[in-house]
């Protein structure tokens, strides 16, 4: 506790120092309110010995205590202190537009979560792609924040870059270009009717932001914590550097055909705007365009895609496809990161305990801490072989892992309907495979790196 | 190659030297076969160049060229050499009896083994129990014979104790009550109707034997190698080291109860000559004595368990059971060493590609590389629990392996007929279930040693 203290003084004496500079300045006064506007809920927001304090209210949605200003490219510091059950965040670049949900406040928020989650540092969507930086993949910045005492977070926005930190630890790393400047907004979340969260506080204070000169105060990215990009079908210079290879071009049908074509589908398939679509037909299997494949075979990797549904959709990935398997109707053989509207496709209440849900490996193991953006959204697919082990991802949590060739793969193969399918799922390589299902799904950045 | 061939010059310089001393003398004279008989078999036996030649013949069952001599406790060492494709062996204190099977030869043989399998220096109970020490789990001793080549092999008979060496190499390690003494025999085997493997050839030279004064040849044991014991119902000195209790006592139920009782059934099963024995009823699951369990619980531990079934017979070796689960009809819960007759049971041909048969986890997992010892004939079950990983083993083959608690695991209980049960077979600890199916099954020389 007593490190924990020190070191919390210490960072305060470096943005003392910050302050001290050129180019940082307030923008909470320390008194009052003054270039602050509330937005969307009644939270009660208020002054007090050089802190802000929002403090929860019943049946109000979320609050946002926002700035009249407007912030492009900045570096913002504060410190701040959570009551141990509420939820809370800091918008940056955010909007509130009447055309935009009636004034929502939306964009990106630094999480404040004193959750057993532990995501605080995360990069939120607000109302719109929801998470972005999630911290499920980094266990230092989970271990950032302390529950019950002041702590710093730095934000630094700089062009398509956003990165975070909570007491020094990086927690978040942004590559995005949707919303290039807006205000920043301090958030109490909606307690519902929860009458025993009610009059629970949020406290800010020394919020501080320096807009120019930027390339003198600005960490350098030394790649502690991984880089998530959000910019479509194109490669960062670290997903470069790192052996990311485009697997759709955003443009044209390159380095892909029909799974059971020389050559790409006729119809059934659409490219627009950079989204690669299966189109709405009858919602059967692989019989309009019919499913699509890699003209390369992949044996150990990292695949990323964006997909998004429609309602009652039904679509997948497949992986160590092997083409000249079923030759027949129906799609091709592989694995199957399964894509789904469980709520309204009946193949989510078939099969085994989940085993046909969204996420699942299909027809053989369900998926666990699944979190579905909801239709019309797009979710981050992830694939990673290394030799026999196999893991899902979806927006960034792990869904599904296993160890293919092992007794109890072959077993758990026996009883699902790739029974018949000699070796199933042991392939050394396979094709990549988007599948049409008759249903309208749409994917984007389309990304592999080989391991 | 070179290496090789040093080491076995050195060897037989050793052996030499030992020849040298007092006590060592060969039994065979390398020039005739005085003092030798020939048992079963027709393979052509010969002496050219000092060396003993054993050849197959076509249509002949296993041959033996057996010493006139008997010996107890005995320090055998030879040389041999063997065609890659013959089996072979050195039967020791072995007999051939009118009463047993009208004279077949039967006893220790000393495998002689240049197949892939590569169990040279394992003990293989000719005609009787069949494999008492495999090399399965004796990768060096798998190492230790050379195709092609002249070998040594070292065999100590003292006591309860019979070890082997092949160039010097332990190969096995076993304690045993059951034939203190018979002869020596050189075994040609059997071909069938094979007639390319008519004409081919095994041979020895320097069959060298010391009966007295053993203590002063005798090889320390340092527990280079696993010690397998088959005295009923009792533990080793190196058993006891090693932290082995008897789970079952031989003599009484202490230790045991009903799976559904207080105390062990009043019938259904029966204690005798030191075989516990569930006794034939209906057929049904634990409808006449019922399931018997240990009193205590483990949870890591390593279980060993001989069982001996007759024809058509059901029962299973149950871990991780939770008595108070399945207060009804039928089994206690928990994860099952199935026990089954599977060419006459009709539940081995049920469940999916398997699951069902003799040594799988019942209903989950088929067993691999089984090796069954056959109706009347004892077999010994093991178990390995450490932590979540959990292992079947039957007469020294690994035939089922699994991870529990993982999603595999859960994806595959959610197939099987354990789906409703929650949790199944994640517990920490549980009983050890012996099952009354209503058939005649017999156990002996229960062990367990927690890891």
């Keep these: 506790m007593k490190k924990v203290t020190s070191l919390i003084i210490f960072l305060m004496l470096v943005a003392q120092f910050n302050y001290a500079q050129d180019g940082w300045r307030n923008i909470f006064n320390g008194k009052n309110l003054d270039g602050w506007k ?4 009644t939270a ?25 200003e407007s912030f492009a490219d900045f570096i913002l510091e504060m410190e701040f202190k959570v009551d141990d059950k509420l939820n809370s965040g800091v918008q940056i670049r955010s909007e509130s537009l009447p055309e935009y949900q009636n004034g929502r406040v939306h964009g990106y928020q630094v999480e404040i979560d004193p959750s057993e989650r532990a995501w605080t540092g995360g990069i939120y969507d607000e109302a719109r792609r929801l998470w972005l930086y999630s911290l499920e993949r980094n266990e230092k910045g989970r271990k950032a924040f302390f529950k019950g005492q002041w702590n710093n977070v730095r934000i630094e926005a700089i062009g398509f870059s956003i990165r975070t930190w909570v007491n020094g630890i990086p927690c978040s790393n942004i590559i995005d270009d949707m919303t290039p400047k807006g205000f920043i907004g301090l958030q109490v979340h909606s307690i519902g009717s929860n009458k025993d969260l009610e009059g629970i506080k949020v406290m800010w204070k020394n919020i501080r932001i320096v807009t120019s000169g930027l390339s003198k105060y600005k960490t350098p990215d030394k790649n502690a914590i991984l880089q998530f990009s959000y910019i ?10 790192d052996g990311w290879k485009l697997l759709w071009d955003g443009k044209t049908t390159s380095g892909w055909r029909g799974a059971k074509l020389d050559k790409f589908p006729e119809g059934g398939w659409e490219i627009k705007d950079g989204i690669l679509s299966v189109l709405e037909s009858s919602g059967a299997e692989s019989a309009n365009g019919g499913d699509i494949v890699t003209v390369e075979k992949y044996a150990n990797f990292e695949l990323e895609a964006d997909f998004r549904i429609t309602d009652g959709a039904n679509s997948g990935i497949k ?35 989940g085993n046909r ?20 959204l797009w979710n981050r697919a992830r694939i990673v072989v290394k030799g026999d082990h196999v893991e899902h991802w979806m927006n960034n949590q792990k869904v599904v892992e296993y160890e293919r060739g092992t007794q109890m793969w072959r077993a758990l193969v026996a009883y699902s309907k790739y029974k018949d399918w000699p070796n199933f799922g042991e392939a050394k390589e396979g094709h990549i495979l988007f599948q049409d299902h008759g249903n309208a799904v749409s994917f984007k950045s389309i990304k592999i790196r080989k391991l």
Excluded: W
Aim: proline fraction near 5%.
């Design 319 to 353: 992986y160590f496809v092997d083409t000249e398997l079923n030759k027949g109707a129906g799609s091709a053989i592989g694995c199957e990161f399964q894509i789904l509207d469980d709520a309204k496709h009946p193949d989510a209440k078939l099969g085994v305990k």
């Design 232 to 241: 479509p079908n194109s490669l960062t210079d670290r997903e470069k550097k």
């Design 38 to 41: 509330q937005l969307n809920g």
């Design 44 to 68: 009660k927001y208020s002054v007090s010995d050089n802190m802000l304090i929002g403090e929860t209210v019943l049946n109000s949605p979320n609050s946002f205590l926002c700035t009249n």
């Design 357 to 376: 849900t969204l996420g699942s490996l299909y027809d053989l193991i369900p998926p666990v801490n699944t979190r579905f953006n909801g239709i019309g």
